[in-house]
């Protein structure tokens, strides 16, 4: 059904744009120049004529009366360009490469004599960009094809220019929901990035970033990141913008056959596997396909002369069986894992706190206290008298956290060296297929058509589960994971003067999960939980541990799906008038997201180490939980938004010199909204404290409360006060107040400094919108009435509707509901862009840029809890140590936590930017980038919480991405020697291309934050950080044991401790950037070599490839969780990759 609507769907768009003037796409080229004589005045109504060398199309046109002639909307690709004038002898510009959104001034001095004589060029394939003001990358067809990227994902080309700082990983898997996209330009947020094939979307705007298809590097022809200051015919975004064109037919037929392998075999072992004992993981990859290209025509009856239809058609296969990452986990020392019926002598770990007896005022709990012979403070026995043993009889264990422990859940430690440490490797396997075809199409001479249409079929099982926060590999999810893209675009020349395109884009994708490995309840399970009957395949609980483990079992809330899908409509008129090229366009952007809500039906349990026996692992197997939380029902919304964009832009070359970029973008963000208004928002305005406290003394709520109400179409009465609902009383449909103070103004200037094209100062400044991804108001989704999700406070493990400092249990209990709200004042997230630099053209295909790039952040996305205590509450030490019910003391009585989705946060950054491009100079192909920069912001991402809800600027710091110093070169040599041997010689060593990447960073900052007793006593939705101790210096050894210095921290003040306490109080002094991480130097190389076959044309190319080919060891991930009983802490948990090998072959025609 899915497929027919977006059939029928796309055929009728075709029918109705077969009837209207359409233009040119974003991904287009424009070539444009002045016809000058020897003198060097303007020759108007000189004739050009302009030809495409792979497919014939020709472009014709004439001079103004300012001698200028401009030729939009060009296909990627060589062209030929032919000017004549009375007078004049004939003007032939040969080899002119245009590549993807490239403006190309070509610039023609006509000499004086006969038409019959004729000059000839050689256009120079690089150079200076005269035109235009963007700061951007281009990502040639050579790179594209020669470069290595391990696994062949693409993303991994996308870093290679100037201001660009990633997180990628080294090898980037094969499909594109789960590959890494950390990738920011020039100090924005990764998830502000766009990704455009020919023009279209492949970006799932509901996804926190997310691009829906991984395009085959074999069906790339080239592609380009504009970074910065690029012009209004591209928004909806605020970062970069990564432009990828498909290849596409030419006259003669072309195309492959290839496979990429990888093994684990002939890969070195990772630093941290060796070091823990472990065999190297499995990773079994084959990437496998073929393509080819060529006119589409039927002798003698249909495109006889193979100038008029084009087809690409490119089918790539890719089979993955990858083991887990070689990380080195804490766990539970196996001496501590309880039997059922028997007595458990727990052995403390280091630096642990001896657990003492719980204190409560359950009868029924200090019965047994009593006939046990315990007391509730005391430590529980330790007959040795060692301080190390602990005994804890059997009839204090809960009968459910004892068969949880014996599910292997929490697995047991297995490093050689006899630590409480696991480490694993569990293979899994991702399949993915891809089926690509790109149909170009000349209906006229002055109307063109093209088409492309893509489809990802993906699979993929993976250890922890997707998105989970889990700890170890025990449990994980299986993907299904269908996604489709497609572009419609007809062309039109209208006049000389005058291009329109209309250009229909559709993408769209599915998922569907399903958890894998130890995730169901043992036998003879009998916990309860707030609802029974909605825990699909009856999954054991969440249990999330603090010191002195500080980890987490969970099998996400999975079985889950969601759909997504995009619709875009865009018109862009192109009109050369005089010295103006102006273009205008619109848009309008349809994005549906049905998706399940993401939350746990089967529970969440909390255990923190500073309350009931100080260990939070003892305090589990008690069944002492400090909170539990559930969701009522999987509830599957149905999300909607729609954007609406106008441009106008004016390429003004006011003199020949200088040229000038003025535009002004607006889009309309109105926010996402629930298609039949079954979403309600917390306002915090609207809540009314009057009503009373509707919490009875065990924590449950008072249904008699007035602020208990039913709304139509909610299922039961719920405690309402402060809720609003969709699109009832006014209220708006997205729960936000819609921003429409949007407006963008791009500007920007190139000046030739000396008039010959050689060097070129350029500058500019524009402003950018964002509209804001899905998952703020997915997250709301739980919300009552129409949906529900509960927390509850000092409970039972067994039992959660029991209190567990009294023993009490309410009948038809009803508990306060956790929820996400959005602030009503909701503006767009913008960003400033603005650069100023300078490129040369140092030696003919060589060129230098040297520039300064800043950006400025406004209105970016956070999150804040706004329902703790109040900073003045005298029960902040009760609650910190588990004597005092939280939701008792919160500001919003009647609920529990709170998280406030915000666009408060600001962020800046500044660089300065050098590189020169060498192109196919005596066999050199090299691209080097260097960037110095330093970005600081509040929150790092859309959804990051903000650690302290009352002093946002406790979080101000270098950003996660922040890299002070970022150099990378590419460069693709092909060797000279042997061209003129014998047939031997030529055969074995001739012919041989080597090419690389380098890259050279320095590392980013890390928090370390805090995993001890609660010092804040606020009731969660914070994140703690430890302390610095005066005049002692972080830095440290930069061992694996101990990177940073790890005696510099110590645990915060707690709150009720401090004399005069403020906002801060209880929180760590330590900035989020006081400790640096590893940086990187690494280096992969190829080399590579062609065998002709049989005849010209048909060649095999054979392909080895290694990654970090010295074989340097990297530390990438810290244990940054510091407390007294974190062995771990400062330890370096994770290296990059070891040296690896991709071997290749490919049969080219």
């Known amino acids: 059904m899915y497929r027919t609507r977006l059939l029928t769907f796309g055929v009728a768009l075709m029918a109705l744009l077969l009837t209207i003037p359409l233009a040119y796409g974003q991904e287009n080229a424009t070539i444009n120049g002045t016809a000058t004589d020897p003198s060097g005045a303007v020759v108007p109504n000189a004739s050009i004529k302009l030809v495409n060398t792979e497919t014939n199309e020709t472009r014709t046109g004439t001079t103004n009366e300012a001698g200028i002639f401009n030729f939009p909307g060009l296909r990627i690709g060589h062209y030929n360009l032919t000017v004549t004038a009375p007078g004049f002898q004939v003007s032939s510009t040969t080899g002119i490469v245009l590549n993807v959104a490239q403006t190309l001034q070509e610039n023609i001095v006509l000499a004086v004599g006969s038409a019959q004589q004729t000059v000839s060029v050689e256009a120079n394939a690089l150079r200076v960009q005269t035109e235009t003001s963007e700061v951007s990358n281009l990502i040639s067809g050579s790179q594209v094809s020669e470069l290595a990227t391990n696994g062949r994902n693409i993303t991994a080309l996308a870093v290679l220019g100037t201001g660009v700082s990633n997180n990628l990983p080294d090898y980037n898997g094969v499909n594109a929901l789960t590959a890494g996209n950390g990738i920011s330009f020039n100090g924005t947020r990764p998830s502000h990035n766009i990704y455009l ?25 080239q592609f380009q990141t504009l970074n910065s200051n690029y012009s209004p015919d591209y928004g909806i975004g605020s970062g970069g913008q990564i432009l990828m064109v498909l290849k596409s037919g030419t006259r003669s037929f072309h195309g492959g056959l290839w496979e990429f392998n990888r093994n684990e075999k002939f890969d070195a072992n990772n630093y941290i ?37 084009f087809f690409f058609f490119n089918e790539e296969a890719r089979r993955e069986i990858r083991g887990s990452a070689p990380t080195r986990t804490t766990t539970i020392p196996a001496a501590d894992f309880p039997t059922m019926g028997q007595d458990l002598a727990y052995v403390l770990p280091p630096k642990g706190t001896a657990p003492i007896v719980p204190f409560t005022n359950d009868p029924a709990k ?9 007391t509730p403070g005391d430590p529980f026995p330790n007959p040795s008298n060692d301080k190390k043993t602990y005994i804890i009889p059997a009839n204090l264990l809960d009968a459910n956290a004892v068969r949880f422990m014996g599910t292997g859940a929490f697995p047991k430690p297995n490093s050689p060296d006899g630590s409480n440490v696991y480490v694993a490797s569990i293979a899994a396997p991702t399949y993915v297929r891809e089926d690509l075809v790109r149909i170009d199409h000349a209906i006229s001479s002055k109307l063109q058509l093209m088409g492309h249409y893509i489809h990802d079929a993906n699979k993929q099982t993976k250890y922890p589960p997707l998105w989970s926060n889990d700890s170890y590999p025990t449990v994980g999810s299986v993907m299904d994971n269908p996604a489709w893209a497609a572009v419609v675009k007809l062309t039109q020349t209208i006049s000389p003067n005058l291009l329109n395109e209309t250009a229909f884009n559709f993408d769209g994708n599915k998922l569907r999960f399903t958890p894998v490995g130890i995730f169901a309840q043992p036998d003879g399970w009998d916990a309860g939980s707030f609802f029974t009957g909605n825990n699909a395949l009856n999954r054991l609980p969440e249990i999330d541990l603090g010191a002195p483990y500080s980890t987490t079992w969970n099998s996400q809330y999975f079985p889950w799906k969601n759909a997504a899908m995009d619709y875009q409509t865009r018109d862009d008129l192109s009109w050369s008038h005089g010295k103006h090229n102006f273009k205008f366009g619109f848009s309008y952007m349809h994005f549906i997201k049905n998706q399940q809500l993401q939350f746990n039906t089967q529970g969440t349990y909390g255990f923190t180490p500073g309350s009931y026996s100080h260990d939070s692992y003892v305090n589990f197997l008690l069944g002492f939980a400090n909170s539990y939380t559930q969701l009522q029902a999987l509830n599957t919304p149905h999300w909607v938004n729609n954007t609406y964009s106008v441009y106008a832009l004016d390429n003004w070359k006011v003199t020949r010199k200088l040229a000038l970029n003025l535009g002004i973008r607006f889009d309309a963000l109105p926010h ?28 449950t709520l008072d249904p008699t409360n007035p602020g208990f109400s039913q709304p139509a179409g909610a299922p039961a009465p719920f405690y309402l006060n402060g809720m609003k609902i969709a699109g009832v009383d006014g209220f708006p449909r997205g729960a936000v107040k819609n921003p429409y103070n949007t407006f963008q103004p791009r500007i920007g200037f190139a000046y030739d400094l000396t008039g010959d094209g050689k060097t070129v100062i350029r500058g500019g400044y524009g402003m950018f919108f964002e509209r804001v991804q899905g998952n703020d108001v997915y997250n709301a989704g739980g919300n009552p009435p129409f949906s529900f999700q509960p927390s509850a406070n000092n409970v039972y493990f067994s039992d959660p509707s029991r209190d567990n400092q009294t023993g009490q249990a309410a009948e038809e209990a009803i508990h306060p509901a956790s929820m996400t709200n959005l602030a009503y004042a909701y503006p767009a997230p913008g960003v400033s862009m603005f650069s100023l630099g300078m490129q040369r053209e140092v030696a003919p295909s060589v060129v230098g840029i040297l520039q300064y790039v800043g950006t400025t952040g406004w209105h970016q996305n956070d999150d804040r809890s706004i329902n703790t205590l109040p900073l003045n509450s005298t029960q902040r030490e009760a609650v910190a140590k588990g004597t005092a019910d939280a939701n008792q003391y919160r500001q919003y009585l009647g609920y529990a936590s709170i998280t406030q989705e915000e666009q408060t946060t600001n962020s800046n950054y500044h660089s300065l930017q050098a590189g020169l491009r060498v192109e196919n100079k005596h066999g050199f192909t090299v691209q080097l980038s260097y960037t110095w920069s330093h970005e600081i912001d509040l929150a790092n991402g859309d959804l990051a919480r903000l650690s302290n809800p009352f002093n946002p600027d406790y979080d101000r710091s270098s950003g996660s991405l922040d890299r002070r110093h970022i150099f990378s070169a590419n460069y693709i040599y092909s060797v000279p020697f042997f061209k003129n041997g014998n047939f031997l010689e030529r055969q074995a060593l001739s012919g041989w291309q080597i090419s690389g990447i380098t890259i050279a960073n320095s590392g980013t900052p890390v928090t370390i934050g805090y995993g001890g007793p609660d010092t804040l006593g606020l009731g969660g939705g914070t994140s703690n950080r430890a302390s610095i101790l005066p005049g002692v210096s972080t830095k440290g050894p930069k061992t694996q044991k101990e990177y940073f210095n790890v005696k510099a921290f110590t645990d915060p003040i707690n709150a009720w401790d401090v004399a005069s306490p403020g906002p801060n109080a209880g929180f760590g002094n330590s900035g989020k950037d006081k400790v640096v991480g590893p940086g990187r130097f690494n280096t992969n190389l190829s080399i590579f070599k062609s065998f002709p076959i049989l005849k010209e044309g048909l060649r095999l190319q054979i392909r080895v490839e290694s990654y970090n080919t010295f074989n340097h060891t990297q530390f990438q991930n810290l244990n940054t969780s510091y407390s007294t009983t974190n062995d771990s802490f400062g330890q370096v948990t994770s290296a990059w990759d070891a040296r690896s090998f991709q071997f290749g072959g490919k049969l080219l025609f």
């Not at 190297?280 to 039927?298: A, D, M, S, T």
């Not at 200090?366 to 315990?374: N, R, S």
């Not at 306002?683 to 009057?690: C, I, L």
Request: hydrophobic share 35%; net charge positive; charged share 20%.
């Open 273 to 309: 596997t060796k070091l823990g004992g472990r065999p190297k993981p499995k990773l079994r990859v084959n990437v496998f396909g073929g393509n080819i290209g060529g006119p589409l025509f039927i002798p003698h009856l249909y495109n006889t002369h193979r100038d008029r239809t």
């Open 197 to 221: 094939v020919d023009g279209g979307e492949i970006y799932d705007r509901g996804c926190g970033g997310c691009f829906s298809i991984l395009v085959s590097q074999d069906a790339i022809s």
């Open 672 to 699: 996402a909204f629930e298609r039949d208004n079954r979403f309600a928002n917390f306002v915090p305005s609207a809540y009314d404290a009057s009503l009373g406290n509707p919490l009875k003394a065990d924590g």
């Open 366 to 374: 200090l019965a047994i206290y009593t006939a046990d012979g315990l």
